[in-house]
């Protein structure tokens, strides 16, 4: 159980176009998702919380307009990569908590943007 | 405010041998400790998890780590190295109110060498 899916794990496009990046909990419900961005060699960077049905709450220093976060239901929150820069290009992780569990998160594969 | 610090962005040990990956934290109240494995283009995989229970934490993979208050470590260890050990493995701490919040460690590399 526990099981969240990314998609894409891959995506390649052009600078100034937007990428959409799903989260799924494939077997529970998740209130809350978190969205991390990973830099090569480096660790994980807290982008901001998704919370169902409430606007997310971003990390100092993340540009809310530039990485849009939607968490419509229970079971799917969205980032958004709006306008894309070669910058942006990196590793994005989703995770999600269940509700009343012990800290613990579960995470996505992961889905690796390259902006060309 | 919390923090992680892994000492050694990469380890190298021999297959056969013991691996340990160091982990120590700051925090102003009871934390969760958490040990995640990361293998390449992958998400993260939970190796244990602390969470105030027995200080000693048994995980998957024969990983164990345990919880030392007095050093506020959380160090990593397996007897033996096996070649698909080989990963990026992360320290993590959340504060223990069930915020889910993580703070990550920088991560250290561990090479499995045949």
């Known amino acids: 159980g526990a099981v969240v899916s990314q998609h894409p794990s891959r995506v390649i496009c052009k600078s100034g176009t937007s990428v959409k990046i799903e989260c799924r909990s494939l077997d529970f419900q998740a209130t809350t998702m978190f969205w991390y961005r990973q830099f090569p060699k480096k660790s994980l960077m807290l982008m901001a919380t998704s919370n169902e049905g409430s606007k997310a709450t971003y990390e100092q220093g993340v540009e809310k307009d530039k990485f849009l976060i939607n968490h419509a239901s229970l079971t799917l929150s969205t980032l958004t990569v709006t306008s894309a820069h070669p910058e942006d290009s990196s590793f994005y992780i989703c995770s999600a908590s269940l509700a009343g569990g012990t800290g613990e998160l579960f995470f996505g594969e992961g889905s690796r943007l390259t902006v060309l | 405010a919390q923090s992680v610090t892994q000492l050694g962005s990469h380890v190298s040990v021999s297959e056969g041998a013991l691996v340990l990956l160091r982990c120590n934290y700051s925090?102003?109240?009871?934390?969760?400790l958490f040990w995640y494995v990361q293998y390449p283009n992958q998400g993260l995989q939970l190796l244990l998890k602390y969470t105030s229970a027995a200080t000693l934490v048994k995980g998957i993979n024969g990983f164990e780590a345990e919880f030392k208050k007095s050093e506020t470590s959380f160090h990593l260890t397996k007897p033996s190295a096996h070649m698909s050990d080989a990963a990026e493995y992360f320290c993590a701490v959340s504060e223990a109110s069930g915020t889910y919040k993580y703070i990550f460690g920088t991560g250290t590399r561990l090479k499995v060498l045949a």
């Open positions: 925090s102003s109240v009871p934390p969760y």
